[in-house]
Nanobody, 120 residues
Framework: QVQLVESGGGVVQAGGSLRLSCAAS????????MSWYRQAPGQQRDLVAA???????NYADSVKGRFTISRDNAKNTVYLQMNSLKPEDTAIYYC??????????????WGQGTQVTVSS
């Protein structure tokens, strides 16, 4: 089973920046699309940004121009650079990966989540 481990969350003042990382580890797999979701208290989990293996990207309207998703296929790692952070960006951020194993199994993997708190 592939494990996804996020890092980089924390507390930052409004207008500040954070960079999240999510690394996949395991044996016998490759990853197709990767994405970041977030979930605020009492809210549903929403897509923030996604990136294909060829690095085509898409973003939620609320983060366009402020967040940048990128990936390193050799390291099986996806990043989320978050600039000009706002209090409404406060949430738990989750990494998601479409995993394909060399035995032709496919599944969606999730990280454990990392807390991002933006103070006003």
């Amino acid at each position: 089973q592939v494990q996804l481990v996020e890092s980089g969350g924390g507390v930052v003042q409004a207008g500040g920046s954070l960079r999240l990382s999510c690394a996949a580890s395991g044996n016998g797999f490759f990853i197709n699309n990767m994405s970041w979701y977030r979930q605020a208290p009492g809210q549903q989990r929403d897509l923030v940004a996604a990136i294909t293996r060829e690095s085509r990207t898409n973003y939620a309207d609320s983060v366009k121009g402020r967040f940048t998703i990128s990936r390193d296929n050799a390291k099986n790692t996806v990043y989320l650079q978050m600039n000009s952070l706002k209090p409404e960006d406060t949430a738990i951020y989750y990494c998601n990966a479409e995993v394909h194993t060399f035995t032709d199994a496919e599944y969606n993997g999730w990280g454990q989540g990392t807390q991002v708190t933006v103070s006003s």
